[in-house]
């Protein structure tokens, strides 16, 4: 018998960039809460993000010019490109067709209409082809930083749906969590955060595998070769202690082949009757008839796994509203397929196993109960379905799975829907890339997987020399360091994870993942560190003291900052927090080109230096934001 995956453990995907640490005692989280926005509007206006606010303005002007009424989510408004003149862009190509007009016709009507009739928010306007770029008033820019610059969180606007259940980390009981597991475990955790802060009511949970072939291999392993081992008595991790025997098995599983087939026996044959095989094979049907010697056994081996996983969920930052397991669910779809069978969703073979027929979909036959009434993977997770449903009446459920689950996870909405199920609709499969090593792909039997613990604790001596070396931690106690490298460590491997389009595959290279230059976290958090020392040395003062005209990087820096409710707009619906962490990067960078060409502490007047102060703080404020979402933390100093 194959050995089954766990819903993640398929998924290895590297990721590129590091986060950095932050002190034991000076960590600077943001709370998110809802907050107005700009002075110069009604206080409706004031919590919504500039991009937010054109569209109605933009479809007003249709409206009132030509008799259209478009829906809002029709209109779209970019960052106008560097090479032109403008703040955004109205994109006017779809409606061009429909009004029969010319683009420069078009685009110049409309921008003298917001001119005319929004000129607190509309300076200027210009046309390039299909093209209408606004410049926004200087004003806006400055009135909202006055009001923004100590809490850049966007106002909660919820999204449909609005209650969500995320699926995520989902591991095999007989091995501990490993490279794949970790961008399972962050991509869950941050895209319920992502939810979390648009507004949507969230509920984390993991589906434990903690019964069939693969586990029954670690425990006749460890029967035979343990000699009584324990988490205690070997001083090795619980999962550890498991994950080994795992191996172990795979080994003595090899040895007995070799030896069978030097007898003759063919490898298809020597593979099935190798003692130890069979020996797992028989304390499976023994814990499926309810044998109390194996269930012992079956209890103590997975609390040592599962007191393993729980120092490493507290390690990276992971925490689950309830976690269903597999030996309470894979019965419960049988259910489902007696309604099935009646209504005539399923069919039955003549050697009494029961399918459905999905061709018509583009796919194919696929059993859902075997001809001995046995309940396969498929059949147990229309159970869970139903189940988390009956816990959570979500509107959607979110499984974060890796793409080699693809078919499974179309399989299973698909008869989710014949059996009109009301939740059917609600599935969706957050598909993700496999990671991999540059030496290739992992393998849990052959030893090659990295596991999570052992990474962390590389990644934490890499932070600790890269960080010494820039020779700045000299004031920090024992405890500060400590949490610093740790910091450091996770966070760099979080942002490289993170950072990278979920759908794509990856190879992780642990020595890329923590740089204090380049698209990495450490970079990002470095910033932040450097912006809170600006700060604690300069304080800020609350006043609103017109600056003067606003400098290109001013300004540009500015624009990005207003840009954060939009980018954890997009982010939620896309369901991808790459853009975040693309986002995050964004402004560090722009921050040092603006902290490069202008001083803040030798301002050119004191209005100056009290903007730029709050451009400071409302950077130090996103970046801290942004990670947070990524469940990265950043420091006040390093």
Known sequence: MADKKSRSAGVYGPSHYADVASSAAKIFL??????????????????????????????????????????????????TKPEFEGDYTVVLFSFIKELKKKPEDLGAEIGQYLVDHHPALIRSFNVIKGFLNLSIVENFWISFLNKQYKDPSPAREELQPSKVMVEYSSPNTNKPLHLGHLRNNFLGWSIAEILKATGSEIRKCCISNDRGIHISKSMVAWQLYGNGATPESTGIKGDHLV?????????????????????????????????????????????????????????????WVYAGFDQTYKRIGTDFDKIYYESDTYILGKQFVEEG?????????????????????GLDEKLVLRK??????????????DEKYKDFPYDQSIYVIADEQNYHMKVLQLILQKLNKPYAGGIYHMSYGMVELPSGRMKTREGTVVDADDLLDEL????????????????????????????????????????????????????????????????????????????RNEPLTEGVADPGQLEPLEKELIILLEQFHTQVQQAAGEHNPSLLAIYAFSVAKLFNSFYTAHSVRNAETPEKKGLRLKICSLTAATIAASMALLGIRVPERM
């Open 372 to 385: 001995d009434g046995t309940a396969v993977y498929i059949t147990q997770d229309l159970g869970l379905a």
């Open 243 to 303: 994950g080994d025997y795992y191996v172990l098995f795979g080994v003595k599983h090899k040895e007995q082949m070799a030896e069978l087939m030097e007898k003759g026996m063919s490898k298809e044959d020597a593979e099935k009757n190798a003692p130890v095989m069979k020996a797992a094979q028989q304390m499976l049907v023994d814990w499926e008839n309810g044998d109390p010697e194996v269930i012992a056994l079956w209890e103590k081996m997975n609390n």
């Open 341 to 361: 069978l009646k209504d005539g969703v399923f069919f039955k073979k003549e050697d009494g196993s029961v399918w459905i027929d999905l061709t018509a979909e």
């Open 460 to 535: 934490v001596k890499v932070a600790a020399a890269k960080t010494e070396e820039l020779g700045k931690v000299k004031d920090f106690s024992g405890a500060e360091l400590k949490e610093l490298y740790d910091t450091i460590a996770l966070g760099a491997l979080k942002f490289f994870l993170l950072r990278v389009d979920p759908k794509k595959r990856m190879v992780f290279n642990p020595e890329e993942s923590i740089d204090f230059q380049g698209f990495t976290g450490p970079f990002i958090q470095y910033t932040h560190a450097r912006i809170k020392s600006i700060l």
């Open 30 to 79: 943001i709370n998110m809460i809802s907050a107005p926005v700009f002075l110069i509007f009604a206080s409706k206006l004031l919590r919504m993000s500039i991009v937010d606010t054109l569209r109605p303005i933009v479809a007003d002007a249709l409206k009132e010019l030509y008799q259209r009424d478009p829906a809002l989510s029709s209109i779209a408004i970019n960052t």
